[in-house]
Nanobody
């Protein structure tokens, strides 16, 4: 079982910024992509961003493109989500996820391992 641990959520005013972090176990058997999804109250979980093992390929949902940036740490087992110009509509629980392969997608069914989530609240 792969355990993912998120951190960095909190309360911020609209227009502000937050940086989420996620740590995965160090593994030498596989190169793996990682992603961020979010779920607002009463809504389905939706993709936010995804990144390949190398970090050279990144993907974003239309709702966050140009405002959010996904990156990987030098150690590769960490992933970050820099969120700028936050809007109240970004309020949700944010989940770090890993597909168990190096296929970075925005399709929820491609992902197998999930963190517990971190709350992001944006006030207007």
């Amino acid at each position: 079982q792969v355990q993912l641990v998120e951190s960095g959520g909190g309360l911020v005013q609209a227009g502000g910024s937050l940086r989420l972090s996620c740590a995965a176990p160090v593994r030498t058997d596989i190169d793996y992509a990682m992603g961020w999804f979010r779920q607002a109250p009463g809504k389905e979980r939706e993709a936010v961003a995804a990144i390949s093992w190398s970090g050279h390929s990144t993907y974003y949902s239309d709702s966050v493109k140009g405002r959010f940036t996904i990156t990987r740490g030098n150690a590769k087992n960490t992933v970050y989500l820099q969120m700028n110009r936050l809007e109240p509509e970004d309020t949700a629980v944010y989940y770090c996820t890993e597909p168990g392969s190096n296929v970075a997608t925005l399709t929820i069914n491609d992902y197998h391992y999930w963190g517990q989530g971190t709350q992001v609240t944006v006030s207007s």
